[in-house]
């Protein structure tokens, strides 16, 4: 896969950052892209979104299990930190991509018209870990309680690394080796502190 | 799963050199990936000398792969870190191999 493909996807999930979501307004979401790049203010999406944004963009080994209920104390339900987790966690991924390619920043995209469609997944539970899941914790299921957002981190996945199904396949190749791919990808955990 | 890709594809590695880069990977093309890796993150070592020496020995697309790896791992280190997934007992036992944790 070349990066013309890559593009292709990343086009599309950038420009979705613009809409509503299922708890942020598509102005809410690109004021978290502002907040991944530590940019000026545009839009007042209120302390606790900002303080969760920014961890979630800046210092996430840091984030622990009274930090995210402290900001579901202060008004941010637990579907809309998923949003957050996720917006956030892309935008930080695409950033890096372009930047890997020495290509600068993509611009902010055009907000669209819209409002949240606040819908709850009834199956959705907390287990394990902090948020609401569909089945059990675990990356690819972490962001299910709002399927959209599962649903562009799963496709960013696929096309940056692997899908989860080509995932068993140790003998992969993409560019580089299964191998050289699992040296970035551990290196890259070792240096954001993260264990996973 | 770097220690079983490898393992399955016969190539060596020496996990230790992720956390330590006076470890040599042992991997082709691995000191320039962890060399790579840090200027991506850094936002301050010559992003481009290190494209370009990843380049020289292993192609433009190995580049691009890496990049796009990278940035997955952003997203999901932040995922997993966010959200509380629980780190299993077999990655424990690595980090604890590596030093970390």
């Known amino acids: 896969m070349d990066s013309a493909a890559i593009d292709a996807v990343v086009d599309d999930q950038w420009s979705l950052l613009g809409a509503a979501g299922a708890w942020l307004t598509g102005e809410e979401r690109i004021e978290l892209i502002r907040i991944a790049r530590n940019d000026a203010t545009h839009v007042d999406v209120g302390l606790p979104v900002r303080t969760a944004a920014t961890a979630v963009a800046h210092h996430s080994a840091t984030i622990t299990a009274d930090a995210v209920d402290d900001v579901e104390s202060r008004g941010v339900q637990r579907e809309q930190y998923v949003e957050i987790v996720g917006v956030v966690s892309r935008v930080v991924a695409i950033d890096t991509f372009e930047r890997g390619l020495g290509r600068g920043p993509r611009n902010i995209p055009a907000p669209r018209p819209g409002e949240p469609s606040r819908s709850v997944v009834a199956a959705a539970r907390r287990r394990a870990g902090w948020v609401p899941t569909v089945g059990a914790i675990g990356p690819p299921t972490a962001l299910t309680a709002v399927p959209a957002e599962a649903s562009a981190q799963e496709s960013l996945h696929a096309v940056l690394y692997l899908s989860y199904p080509e995932m068993a396949d140790l003998h992969a190749q993409r560019g580089l080796t299964r191998a050289q791919m699992e040296l970035v990808a551990s290196r890259v955990s070792y240096l954001n502190h993260c264990l996973f | ?101």
């Open chain 2, 1 to 101: 799963m770097l220690r079983a890709s490898a393992h399955a594809t016969g190539e060596s590695i020496a996990l230790r050199a992720i956390t330590d880069r006076a470890v040599a990977p042992l991997l082709t093309a691995g000191d320039e990936l962890l060399a790579f890796v840090d200027a991506l993150l850094s936002h301050h070592d010559d992003l481009g000398a290190a494209s370009a020496a990843l380049t020289e020995v292993a192609g433009p697309d190995a580049v691009v792969r890496a990049a796009a790896v990278a940035g997955n791992f952003q997203m999901m280190n932040r995922l997993v870190d966010a959200t509380g997934v629980p780190i299993g007992a077999s990655l424990r036992a690595i980090a604890g191999d590596l030093g970390l944790g």
